[in-house]
T-cell receptor, first 111, second 114 residues
Framework: GENVEQHPSTLSVQEGDSAVIKCTYSDSASNYFPWYKQELGKRPQLIIDIRSNVGEKKDQRIAVTLNKTAKHFSLHITETQPEDSAVYFCAAKRGTYKYIFGTGTRLKVLA | GAGVSQTPSNKVTEKGKYVELRCDPISGHTALYWYRQSLGQGPEFLIYFQGTGAADDSGLPNDRFFAVRPEGSVSTLKIQRTERGDSAVYLC????????????FGPGTRLLVL
């Protein structure tokens, strides 16, 4: 069935270093891939997204890459800051509305 | 403008009781989603509304779960005969329309079934 695998489950980096989170999806019909940041007790917030006809997208310190052939996409955060600490979820959208989420990555940025 | 809101923010109930969880989407958003998020997991799809109709309820775990959106705006998720395994955060999200539009999440309702 539809599945999104996300790795790693936890990630600790020193402030200023880069962080990379990877997701793999199973359904080749997936066409949209958002990334959400969720702080403890808060709602998921969209931080960046990419559509299936694009290979890479960047927004300041955050970038997402997509490899459709391999069915995986990655989130890259450069120059990490303590406020980047949160749980990050990837998702893959199939068709017009069905989102499948990854299991999350707990990122800790050490000051 | 106002974002997606959900009430109550927390709900504690006893096993076997009935609960209703409410979602107020962003005004004008025709698409509405309900998700369930268990501790340490990503949101799990429950049901999708386009307007007043449930276009896809394939994620509802069993017939104890039901959701309505009678006027195409506010939605209520109803859980009958609650079980301890229903304990989770129930998230609502809305988008301007279903296809290709960004989802905006509500703060969630944390349900605890004792």
């Amino acid at each position: 069935g539809e599945n999104v695998e996300q790795h790693p489950s936890t990630l600790s980096v020193q402030e200023g270093d880069s962080a990379v989170i990877k997701c793999t999806y199973s359904d080749s019909a997936s066409n949209y891939f958002p990334w959400y940041k969720q702080e403890l007790g808060k709602r998921p917030q969209l931080i960046i997204d990419i559509r299936s006809n694009v290979g890479e997208k960047k927004d300041q310190r955050i970038a997402v890459t997509l490899n459709k052939t391999a069915k995986h996409f990655s989130l890259h955060i450069t120059e990490t800051q303590p406020e980047d600490s949160a749980v990050y979820f990837c998702a893959a959208k199939r068709g017009t509305y069905k989102y499948i989420f990854g299991t999350g990555t707990r990122l800790k940025v050490l000051a | 403008g106002a974002g997606v809101s959900q009430t109550p923010s927390n709900k504690v109930t006893e096993k076997g009781k009935y609960v209703e969880l409410r979602c107020d989407p962003i005004s004008g958003h025709t698409a509405l989603y309900w998700y369930r998020q268990s501790l340490g997991q990503g949101p799990e799809f429950l049901i999708y509304f386009q307007g007043t109709g449930a276009a896809d309820d394939s994620g509802l775990p069993n017939d104890r779960f039901f959701a309505v959106r009678p006027e195409g705006s506010v939605s209520t998720l109803k859980i009958q005969r609650t079980e301890r395994g229903d304990s989770a955060v129930y998230l609502c999200a809305s988008s301007l329309q279903g296809a290709g539009e960004t989802q905006y999440f509500g703060p969630g309702t944390r349900l605890l079934v004792l």
